[in-house]
């Protein structure tokens, strides 16, 4: 198994390399999948920390990859918006999206897409909870839950990790933080879910639904 992921990475760095650099797409999925990402960044760093992509499926975008660079662009909340959504939309998502609801759905309420002024009230109003000492505190707790979840998981057949493990214990953690009922807490993941997922990954099948 060890070889063939070597293997795998000796190969994805060929691949790289020898793909001229206006054709590199940096948000290729597979690549995340199987792991091999990382010479696509390094690559970028070296010699176009701040790249276009002219064509994907998400249509045309920049990556900036390099530490000086991210924090400028962090930062710059007159030049870079976050309204209009963090993440990359797939164009046929989008296209089902307007077709079904008339316009396309802009950046989620939350306050991570939010642009100044309106970001920092809304981060200081959930900051205190999430302060390092809160999150000290609450350790203990989370590796004592984590360690139940682990233990209860089944052996010698498949499982869905992401429902068992992940969603889970963020719902447990959530619910503590934010003195949630705890026997509501899955609530907390769906909200989630129905917000941030498209039709088909997640609560709903249809942007009808989804509203």
């Known amino acids: 198994m060890n070889i063939a992921v070597k293997i795998s990475a000796v190969d994805a760095a060929a ?3 020898a793909t001229p650099l206006e054709a590199l797409n ?8 199987n792991d091999t ?19 994907s499926e998400y249509g045309p975008y920049w990556s900036v990859t390099k530490w000086n660079d ?3 662009v962090d930062t710059d909340h007159e030049a870079f918006s976050s309204a209009e959504g963090i993440g ?3 164009l ?3 296209k089902e999206q307007e077709k079904i609801m008339g316009q396309r759905r ?3 309420a939350g306050f991570i897409s939010m642009d100044e002024p309106d970001h920092s009230p809304a981060r200081k109003a959930v900051s205190p909870t999430l302060a390092p000492s809160n999150l000290q505190a609450l350790s203990p707790q989370v590796r004592e839950r984590a360690g139940l979840i682990l233990d209860s998981l089944p052996i010698g057949k498949e499982f869905d990790w992401v429902d068992l493990v992940s969603k889970e214990l963020t719902a447990m953690t959530l619910a503590s933080l934010f003195d949630f009922p705890f026997e509501q807490r899955r609530k907390l993941t769906w909200w989630s879910d129905m917000v941030m997922n498209m039709p088909g990954h997640g609560p709903v099948e249809s942007w009808e639904q989804k509203g």
Not at 28 to 33: E, H, I, L, S, T
Not at 37 to 55: A, G, M, Q, S
């Open 92 to 94: 046929e998502a989008v």
């Open 15 to 17: 691949e790289v390399a």
């Open 88 to 90: 990359l939309a797939n």
């Open 37 to 55: 990402i990382w010479p696509v960044f390094e690559r970028l760093r070296r010699e176009d920390p701040v790249h276009f992509t002219p064509e």
């Open 106 to 108: 802009r950046g989620n």
């Open 70 to 72: 991210i924090m400028a």
């Open 26 to 33: 940096p948000a290729r999925v597979d690549r995340f999948a």
